[in-house]
């Protein structure tokens, strides 16, 4: 086993790679991992270190201190958008717009499989985040909360179409509009969470999973992720137009080459991501 630590541009949010498995944690418990623009800030950056870092293949993406994340830090939220001036509605939307961007549109398109493990709160901004994972691990104790209503807010980072996808349009109106906590189990038969384990054994489930995930060819990994994120958009002939250009493109590779000559021989394959 290799582990190594990454330099990240906050204490707010801290990374390791381990086995190709990359692990963010969400890192200011005292505010349940609630985003300031600090933690925005470096988690963008993150995300796209561990795009370009051939060495990681899966990302795991978690909170500290028994919480996911608690949406955006309602005591500086406001604050930031501004730019700590007057508020101007147009450059507030702009600024919201490109934090959304650079975390939960980059977090949903990226290259690599994502996991979120949720060990208690997802809520208001830091749901949109765990939905806008591919999978999602939930401790016992986890939920998910819009939370938006609560405070008279109407919801950001994706939540809304992650949800109507995850969901369907109907249920996710109903659970934005009464601001219903949805917890575990109800996650689970939802498909919003793909496993529920014990809270004990959250960190050690998701990372088993992610190390499963992460034993297959890169290039192929992230061919079906590309493939499935644009089947929610495209019609069956773009759809397949492009699953054709994928599968000759990993037909050819190294990769491929292995897995079928591993296959051949009875062996476990050894992926280089070529």
């Not at 086993?1 to 330099?7: K, L, P, Q």
């Amino acid at each position: 086993m290799t582990s190594r630590a990454v330099e990240t541009k906050s204490p707010l949010v801290l990374c390791s790679v381990t086995d190709h498995v990359a692990t963010i944690t969400l890192n200011n418990p005292e505010k349940r991992n609630a985003m300031s623009g600090d933690m925005t800030e470096a988690l963008a950056d993150l995300l796209l270190t561990m795009e370009l870092d051939s060495d990681v293949r899966v990302l795991v993406l978690t909170g500290a201190g028994g919480a996911f994340c608690a949406g955006g830090d309602i005591t500086s939220m406001g604050g930031a958008l501004a730019g700590d001036g007057e508020p101007d509605t147009d450059a507030m939307i702009r600024r919201l717009r490109h934090a959304q961007e650079v975390v939960a549109l980059r977090l949903y398109n990226l290259g690599k499989p994502t996991i979120a493990a949720l060990p208690g709160a997802a809520a208001g901004a830091g749901m949109s985040l765990a939905l806008a994972c591919d999978l999602r691990v939930c401790a016992e104790s986890g939920f998910l909360l819009p939370a938006f209503g609560a405070i008279g807010l109407s919801g950001d980072f994706g939540g809304s179409w992650l949800l109507s996808q995850l969901a369907g349009p109907s249920r996710a109106k109903e659970i934005y509009f009464t601001n219903r906590r949805i917890v575990a189990a109800e996650a689970l038969a939802l498909g919003l969470a793909n496993r529920v384990v014990a809270d004990t054994d959250l960190e050690h489930e998701a990372l088993k999973l992610a190390r499963e995930i992460a034993s297959f060819a890169p290039m192929a990994l992230r061919y079906m992720k590309e493939n499935h994120n644009r089947a929610r958009t495209a019609d069956l002939r773009t759809s397949m137009e492009m699953e054709a250009d994928r599968m000759i493109r990993t037909l050819l590779s190294a990769d491929h080459i292995e897995g079928a000559r591993a296959f051949l021989e009875k062996r476990k394959p050894e992926f280089k991501g070529r």
